[in-house]
Antibody, heavy 124, light 107 residues
Framework: QVQLLQSGAEVKKPGASLKVSCKAS????????INWVRQAPGQGLEWLGW????????NYAQKVQGRLTMTTDTSTDTAYLELTSLRSDDTAVYYC?????????????????WGQGTLVIVSS | EIVLTQSPATLSLSPGEGATLSCRAS??????LAWYQQKPGQGPRLLIY???KRATGIPARFLGSGSGTDFTLTISNLEPEDFAVYYC?????????FGGGTKVEIK
């Protein structure tokens, strides 16, 4: 079945960098983009950005632009999120989510399925 | 950026009752609206996409409707597993955004 498996929890100090992986299985990786969404403790969902698994194009939320890089590796069907200059308000569960419509519906999509989430704590 | 406003923030209902959740967009999103369900400690699950299309495996008691700026998720005959937080999300343009969520709790 379609599955996204994320890397494990991370504890980082302010100013450090973060890299989270998201390994896809059960479908043709290059037919669907990957989005990243985060959820701060007790808060709602915040879209961070989208990466094309086909040509590497990206689109990032303005709030994290400049600190965020999304990449994909088609040899391992894995997507990566890198966030630099971490701050305490980056503490959240980070989710990868497949663009539900795939290449047939364009870049802007709903999210289905979601990874299990990666807890990131930024604390000194 | 399109702002999605969900109401009410909390809905207190009993199993077997119906729920009506609202999502209002700050500008038209056409028919590009999705709904998700999230239970404590879990990631979100897609329920509805493009206003009214149910995702695979979603029961018929979940019904999406609306267009433009006003959307509704109706859950008929609430089951115990339906008590959760629900989010709407648009895919009209960048950036994609979510509503703040509606919590459906047991009365």
């Amino acid at each position: 079945q379609v599955q996204l498996l994320q890397s494990g929890a991370e504890v980082k100090k302010p100013g450090a960098s973060l890299k989270v992986s998201c390994k896809a299985s059960g479908y043709t990786f290059t037919n669907y983009g990957i989005n990243w969404v985060r959820q701060a403790p007790g808060q709602g969902l915040e879209w961070l950005g989208w990466a094309s698994t086909y040509n590497g194009n990206t689109n990032y939320a303005q709030k994290v632009q400049g600190r965020l890089t999304m990449t994909t590796d088609t040899s391992t069907d894995t997507a990566y999120l890198e966030l630099t200059s971490l701050r305490s308000d980056d503490t959240a569960v980070y989710y990868c989510a497949r663009g539900g419509g795939g290449i047939w519906f364009g870049e802007l999509s709903w999210f289905d399925p979601w990874g299990q989430g990666t807890l990131v704590i930024v604390s000194s | 950026e399109i702002v999605l406003t969900q109401s009410p923030a909390t809905l207190s209902l009993s199993p077997g009752e119906g729920a009506t959740l609202s999502c209002r967009a700050s500008q038209s999103v056409g028919n590009y609206l999705a709904w998700y369900q999230q239970k404590p400690g879990q990631g979100p699950r897609l329920l509805i996409y493009d206003v009214s299309k149910r995702a695979t495996g979603i029961p018929a008691r979940f019904l999406g409707s609306g267009s433009g700026t006003d959307f509704t998720l109706t859950i008929s005959n609430l089951e115990p597993e339906d008590f959760a937080v629900y989010y709407c999300q648009h895919r009209s343009n960048w950036p994609l955004t979510f509503g703040g969520g509606t919590k459906v709790e047991i009365k």
